[in-house]
Every structure is written in C-alpha cells, then in structure tokens.
C-alpha cells in the first residue's frame, strides 16, 4: 500500500510530537491528525504544496511550505521535504526557466549584461528581473504542482486497485485450491 512506503521516509509521529521545538512553534497543532495523516487526500497535498513553493524563490522556504501546510491542513512533513526539490544543484535550472518563461510572458526583453552567478549580481540585477521571474516561478509552480497533485493520487489509486485485484486472484486461487482438494478426497 502506498502508506507503507511513506511510512518507511517519513519521520515517526510520535518522535515528532516530543520535539520541544515543534511544540513550541506549534502548539496544539501538532496533535492535529491531518498533520500526520498518510490518506490519498493529506500525501497528495502536501507533495503539490512542497512543490509549489520549492519553485518559488524564497528565503524560507519549508517554514512556507509549513505554514501552507497547517492551512490546508495536509501532511506536514511531506509538505515540507518537498521542498527540497529546490537545492544548490537545481535551483539555478529552475529559476532561469521561471525567469525566461516570465520575459516571454511579459513581452519583455532580457537585459543585455552578463550574467554572473553571485549574490552581488543578483542584488544588483534584482530591480529588473524580479516581475519576469516571480511570474514564470509561480506558473511554472502552479502547473508542476498540480501535476504532483494529480500523479500523486493516479499513483495511489492505481497502487489500491493493484492491490485489490492481487487480493481477489489470491482468493480465487484458494478457492481452486480449496475445490481441488475436495475433489480428490472424494475418490
């Protein structure tokens, strides 16, 4: 079952309510099921919460994700692991491709200078591309996080019909099984 599988990365719930630091920042909520819970609705919204804001270039990104999460009351710590999927090694791929997409959407055209991969250009840059990259993140955003949400619970369902129907051949073979050995004490 796709909980199993969860179950096997995600912290345990119970390790995760004696963090004094999630009490503290938490409070109450932390007892709250949803939280935690590992259902079809709760995994796939925190996954397309993660990804959502993993494209949005901001500084905290997995408080957002947090904060989004206890909102819409979905997994929690899906929500923010997610978030991961911005890092040093994909960062730069995902936001020039949030950036281009905003130019082109803007009908802008791209500066002339150089680009430099530090934070001083980025600051000094930041004026002018700021529109063209905030509109491409939070699109580029939207539409992969809907196809987590999506893929997400295809994935689920089709695992719970693969399930279902390994149970029923199971079934069927024991009734073979069962019939088979009826038959043979007969004679």
């Avoid at 904060?67 to 994909?90: E, K």
Wanted: positive net charge; aromatic residues 10%.
């Amino acid at each position: 079952m796709p909980k199993n599988l969860f179950r096997r990365f995600l912290p345990d719930r119970a390790w995760l309510g004696r963090q004094r630091s999630l009490q503290y920042a938490l409070g109450d909520l932390i007892h709250d099921p949803n939280l935690w819970n590992l259902n079809r609705r709760s995994v796939s919204g925190g996954i397309a919460i993660g990804v959502l804001i993993a494209w949005l270039p901001l500084p905290a990104q997995m408080a957002a994700a947090a904060l989004l999460a206890l909102s819409l009351r979905v997994n929690l710590p899906l929500a923010v692991i997610v978030t991961w999927i911005s890092n040093p090694l994909t960062m730069a791929p995902m936001y020039w491709s949030g950036y281009s997409l905003g130019v082109r959407l803007l009908g802008e055209r791209p500066p002339r200078s150089g680009f430099e991969p530090s934070v001083q250009w980025f600051m000094a840059e930041f004026y002018r591309i700021w529109e063209p990259l905030l509109l491409g993140c939070l699109l580029l955003g939207a539409l992969s996080a809907a196809t987590a949400y999506a893929l997400t619970r295809l994935l689920w369902r089709w695992q719970i019909l693969r399930q279902i129907n390994r149970r029923a051949r199971l079934r069927r073979a024991r009734r073979r099984g069962a019939g088979n050995r009826g038959a043979e004490s007969d004679d």
